[in-house]
T-cell receptor, first 112, second 117 residues
Framework: EDQVTQSPEALRLQEGESSSLNCSYTVSGLRGLFWYRQDPGKGPEFLFTLYSAGEEKEKERLKATLTKKESFLHITAPKPEDSATYLCAVQGSGGSNYKLTFGKGTLLTVNP | GAVVSQHPSRVICKSGTSVKIECRSLDFQATTMFWYRQFPKKSLMLMATSNEGSKATYEQGVEKDKFLINHASLTLSTLTVTSAHPEDSSFYIC?????????????FGPGTRLTVT
């Protein structure tokens, strides 16, 4: 069974204070690892897909990296508007229905 | 691109009535649509997967007679909560995937908040 563990559960940063969120996973045949951002009362917003170890993707202040066991979401010089819950999910090749397994998320709060 | 909408965004219904939630892919054809449920401060729980023109596949523990899913076209899926009870109150979110190079990615709708009184 695919499993995803995210840490920390919650993270408070000062504006401009860079940090990283962790996503550890076990999966039978990784098709992809996905990062989403979710604001309160909204659906998840797609950020990145990573397909293989060593891959990196960037978008504004966010950078996602992937190894064979974990992924990191690096946030550089965050702003208050980056406050949200960040969700990590994996898709394994064990099933045929492209099902995602989600972690519980990291609640990020960036104080001005 | 890759926009998914849901309607309604919020619904309140009385216990024993049925509620239908629509999920539409606005700018792409959705090969597969997924329905999730999310409890406060919890992650997403997959309820069922549906492919256009086929019966939905339900996750273990999800009552298929209570949560009816129809995926009649490549841009529309509906979730009907039948004989709703207060314990069905939750945040329901759909997602959709397409075929082709982005076939592994899922794009989510904005969610529907259901309150059963």
């Amino acid at each position: 069974e695919d499993q995803v563990t995210q840490s920390p559960e919650a993270l408070r940063l000062q504006e401009g204070e860079s940090s990283s969120l962790n996503c550890s996973y076990t999966v039978s045949g990784l098709r992809g690892l996905f990062w989403y951002r979710q604001d309160p009362g909204k659906g998840p917003e797609f950020l990145f897909t990573l397909y293989s170890a060593g891959e990196e993707k960037e978008k504004e202040r966010l950078k996602a990296t992937l190894t064979k066991k974990e992924s990191f979401l690096h946030i550089t010089a965050p702003k208050p508007e980056d406050s949200a819950t960040y969700l990590c999910a994996v898709q394994g090749s064990g099933g045929s229905n492209y099902k995602l397994t989600f972690g519980k998320g990291t609640l990020l709060t960036v104080n001005p | 691109g890759a926009v998914v909408s849901q309607h309604p965004s919020r619904v309140i219904c009385k216990s024993g009535t049925s509620v239908k939630i629509e999920c539409r892919s606005l700018d792409f054809q959705a090969t597969t649509m997924f329905w999730y449920r999310q409890f406060p401060k919890k992650s997403l729980m997959l309820m069922a997967t549906s492919n256009e023109g086929s019966k939905a596949t339900y996750e273990q523990g999800v009552e298929k007679d209570k949560f009816l899913i129809n995926h009649a076209s490549l841009t529309l899926s509906t979730l009907t909560v039948t004989s709703a009870h207060p314990e069905d109150s939750s945040f329901y979110i759909c997602s959709a995937r397409t075929s082709g190079s982005a076939r592994y990615e899922q794009y989510f709708g904005p969610g529907t908040r259901l309150t059963v009184t």
